[in-house]
């Protein structure tokens, strides 16, 4: 079923303890599509990119069936950037450059061809935009995933907050969870988040898992052991891009989909660390993410 | 079946955002006794207190079944004392006082009626003291399980490596397992840790669960959410009572009874965090017991 993605195509500088990359393709979206696009042949991207963006990555994005008529190409302008580096445990990154360039005023057209998409996924921007493309959807989607990150709690809770009233999913980490809600304790944090408007709530938890909340009820994945991990860049969007791929794939929003969809969302995580950037995202096969998704499994089994 | 533990029996003075205590009862002994008395009766315990500690209290501790004949008091000497304060995320502490009185030359001396118990748990004191609890054993028990903290591996590594090498079970923190290893990656870290000595693995990561390593496999039992954590003292301790409570009260020393003793061992830490000091691990039913080792199951089943 189809799924419309809204979010940052970019290009990223990243620097961690194994290696440095020059500009390579980041932005939540990227991630995200890419991620999706293992459960789903009807993927719908809307970003916007400047000349400056490389065409055959346009290209890769489209080999793997995303559909690329809403991402705009501002000839005359430069793509987003950023640039950052991680502290040795990957726990936590330093932002070195953050170039808004064309994201700066970013309008996300939505093509009629993308009308009826069944499933949305917000990718981290600005409320404010992620307000207008639900605003110009004529039908509200199915199910509504927002992402959204500790910067706009602290510039745009007032728009941030309008947002959160419209959708059915909320994707944060520990720390924001506990900035949003104001409580240390992650159950009364989603409680009160949940009061916000979303009906549930993922709390990610990176190295250590991610909670799935709704209702009274809990559900906890936890994070693989790797042999290594390599690049946390993009994690969140990748699991984003799992998660929603999966929900689109069986067409069904109740809790215990949503569950399933929480472990395909780390699995696709857990190959997205393993190398720079998206790298990893291309090429896998549908064994090799079974054979993960079983290894969750196994690992809480009793 | 019978256990045998080894430990402090001492004096806690806490203070957590929540409040504060004069001198309550703590020691690592005192929890793991207590925890694992809901699941054997017999408990046999070695430690030592001063003059100074109260006879109503040791005979609390009897009053559940356990054994106090190898408890030494010295009444012409004061108990450990530890005194300390959490910060407001209950996840890092600073220690105000410690007075080691009678546990500065603590002589372990094992009872003849102690001889022939079946599961040792070495809770945290020097290695040179653990060790020599296991030398003065006429057999080795079917399993001894040790426990111990980033202060020995400052000060006594040599002693530490030597009681490794004899112990089938370790617990750690994951911030212990990164210094003991050299390795950040816990996988690689549960490797190197395996390779001195344990043939189990348990690396406690608070919030965030806990996990049980054993040749190539891996089990993670995570935390339960509460509602109030109230105080973390003793949380390791009394999750040690309640994993080598399960095990003797089985039998069983396989991989999956020791996956199962560690839900067992996260459950009855999650009693210990919501009072202070010892106070909830008193009067608890079995059913109650139960009915939280259940919500374990249901938060990760999927």
């Given at each position: 079923?189809?799924?419309?993605?809204?979010?940052?195509?970019?290009?990223?500088?990243?620097?961690?303890?194994?290696?440095?990359?020059?500009?390579?393709?980041?932005?939540?979206?990227?991630?995200?599509?890419?991620?999706?696009?293992?459960?789903?042949?009807?993927?719908?991207?809307?970003?916007?990119?400047?000349?400056?963006?490389?065409k055959?990555?346009?290209?890769?994005?489209q080999?793997?069936?995303v559909?690329?008529?809403?991402?705009?190409?501002?000839e005359?302008?430069?793509?987003?950037?950023?640039?950052g580096k991680?502290?040795?445990?990957?726990?936590?990154?330093?932002?070195?450059?953050?170039?808004?360039n064309?994201?700066?005023?970013?309008?996300?057209?939505i093509?009629d061809?993308?009308?009826?998409?069944?499933y949305?996924?917000?990718?981290?921007?600005?409320?404010?935009?992620?307000l207008?493309?639900?605003e110009?959807?004529n039908?509200?989607?199915?199910?509504?995933v927002?992402?959204?990150m500790?910067?706009?709690?602290?510039?745009?809770?007032?728009?941030?907050?309008?947002?959160?009233a419209?959708?059915d999913?909320?994707?944060?980490?520990d720390?924001?969870?506990?900035?949003l809600?104001?409580?240390?304790?992650?159950?009364k944090a989603?409680?009160?988040?949940m009061?916000?408007?979303?009906?549930?709530?993922?709390?990610?938890?990176?190295?250590h898992?991610?909670?799935?909340?709704?209702?009274?009820?809990?559900?906890?994945?936890?994070?693989?052991?790797?042999?290594?991990?390599?690049?946390?860049?993009?994690?969140?969007d990748?699991?984003?891009?799992?998660?929603?791929?999966?929900?689109?794939?069986?067409?069904?929003?109740?809790?215990?989909?949503?569950?399933?969809?929480?472990?395909?969302?780390?699995?696709?995580?857990?190959?997205?660390?393993?190398k720079?950037?998206?790298?990893n995202?291309?090429?896998?096969?549908?064994?090799?993410?079974?054979e993960?998704?079983?290894?969750?499994?196994?690992?809480?089994?009793?």
């Amino acid at each position: 079923m189809s799924i419309l993605v809204i979010g940052s195509v970019a290009f990223d500088a990243i620097e961690t303890p194994f290696g440095k990359t020059d500009k390579i393709i980041g932005g939540a979206a990227a991630y995200i599509s890419l991620s999706s696009s293992y459960f789903s042949n009807n993927i719908n991207l809307v970003a916007v990119v400047g000349g400056d963006f490389p065409k055959d990555y346009i290209q890769k994005i489209q080999s793997v069936g995303v559909n690329t008529v809403g991402l705009q190409i501002k000839e005359d302008q430069k793509s987003f950037f950023w640039s950052g580096k991680y502290n040795y445990d990957l726990n936590s990154r330093e932002t070195l450059v953050t170039e808004l360039n064309v994201l700066g005023d970013f309008d996300p057209i939505i093509p009629d061809s993308y009308q009826n998409c069944e499933y949305l996924m917000l990718g981290n921007l600005a409320p404010a935009v992620q307000l207008s493309v639900l605003e110009r959807l004529n039908h509200r989607p199915k199910l509504v995933v927002l992402d959204t990150m500790n910067f706009w709690m602290d510039i745009a809770l007032d728009d941030l907050k309008k947002i959160l009233a419209k959708v059915d999913v909320l994707t944060i980490n520990d720390e924001e969870a506990r900035q949003l809600s104001g409580e240390y304790q992650l159950k009364k944090a989603a409680q009160k988040i949940m009061a916000m408007g979303p009906s549930f709530l993922i709390i990610k938890k990176g190295e250590h898992g991610a909670l799935l909340f709704h209702e009274n009820r809990t559900f906890f994945a936890p994070a693989l052991l790797l042999d290594q991990v390599f690049d946390p860049t993009g994690a969140g969007d990748t699991f984003a891009g799992g998660f929603i791929g999966y929900i689109a794939k069986t067409g069904k929003t109740d809790f215990d989909t949503l569950k399933t969809a929480l472990v395909y969302g780390s699995t696709m995580a857990s190959f997205c660390v393993e190398k720079f950037g998206t790298e990893n995202l291309f090429g896998l096969t549908q064994e090799q993410i079974q054979e993960r998704f079983n290894e969750f499994k196994i690992m809480v089994e009793y």
